[in-house]
T-cell receptor, first 112, second 110 residues
Framework: DSGVTQTPKHLITATGQRVTLRCSPRSGDLSVYWYQQSLDQGLQFLIQYYNGEERAKGNILERFSAQQFPDLHSELNLSSLELGDSALYFC???????????FGPGTRLTVT | GEDVEQSLFLSVREGDSSVINCTYTDSSSTYLYWYKQEPGAGLQLLTYIFSNMDMKQDQRLTVLLNKKDKHLSLRIADTQTGDSAIYFCAVTGGGNKLTFGTGTQLKVEL
């Protein structure tokens, strides 16, 4: 158990809908990262937050957004969903001064 | 951008050593990682190495880094059936975001 939690574990929704994925980092970790794992694209970095502020952006679509709240949990919002958004979405957290990212169990999103 | 390559599949017999290889393109990669993913599970950090090191050993795991050839390897000694999983190499450049390889599926046969 990495100490990073993600909810829900599974999500099935229809095209055009909007969903929110939630991540709670390890206690004390200020950095949160979101990654997408799909069969065709592999594991890709989406976005990083540090103590409530966006730090880095990767291959994140404009239909996707994220935020980190004062209690350090983070949410990834996916809107106007397409079939191709079906994937595993992971969050990871990192402690200040450490170079280790610990991953949550992921949320499996299925868009039908 | 950074490109990280791995072979897709490796099969070994139980008790043998496994060697999983990874190549990367960005010579400024400072930290290099190995993660393990079991079916239906998240990514487990196994070990990592700083770019100023050549080797790191951690129990059954040995990581070798050849900076000149931009080649990273993970050796698992005395491979067990519980080691069957997908192994990902990942590297960081600036900002600590991880760039992952394609993953190597390790199958351990009895």
């Amino acid at each position: 158990d990495s100490g990073v939690t993600q909810t829900p574990k599974h999500l099935i929704t229809a095209t055009g809908q909007r969903v929110t994925l939630r991540c709670s980092p390890r206690s004390g970790d200020l950095s949160v990262y979101w990654y997408q794992q799909s069969l065709d694209q592999g594991l890709q970095f989406l976005i990083q937050y540090y103590n409530g502020e966006e730090r880095a952006k990767g291959n994140i679509l404009e239909r996707f957004s994220a935020q980190q709240f004062p209690d350090l949990h983070s949410e990834l919002n996916l809107s106007s969903l397409e079939l191709g958004d079906s994937a595993l979405y992971f969050c990871a957290s990192r402690r200040e001064g450490s170079y280790e990212q610990y991953f949550g169990p992921g949320t499996r999103l299925t868009v039908t | 951008g950074e490109d990280v390559e791995q072979s897709l599949f490796l099969s070994v017999r139980e008790g043998d050593s496994s060697v999983i290889n990874c190549t990367y393109t960005d010579s400024s990669s400072t930290y290099l990682y190995w993660y393990k993913q079991e079916p239906g599970a998240g990514l487990q950090l196994l070990t990592y190495i700083f770019s100023n090191m050549d080797m790191k050993q951690d129990q059954r795991l040995t990581v070798l880094l050849n900076k000149k050839d931009k080649h990273l390897s993970l050796r698992i000694a005395d491979t067990q059936t519980g080691d069957s999983a997908i192994y990902f190499c990942a590297v960081t450049g600036g900002g600590n975001k991880l760039t992952f390889g394609t993953g190597t599926q390790l199958k351990v046969e009895l």
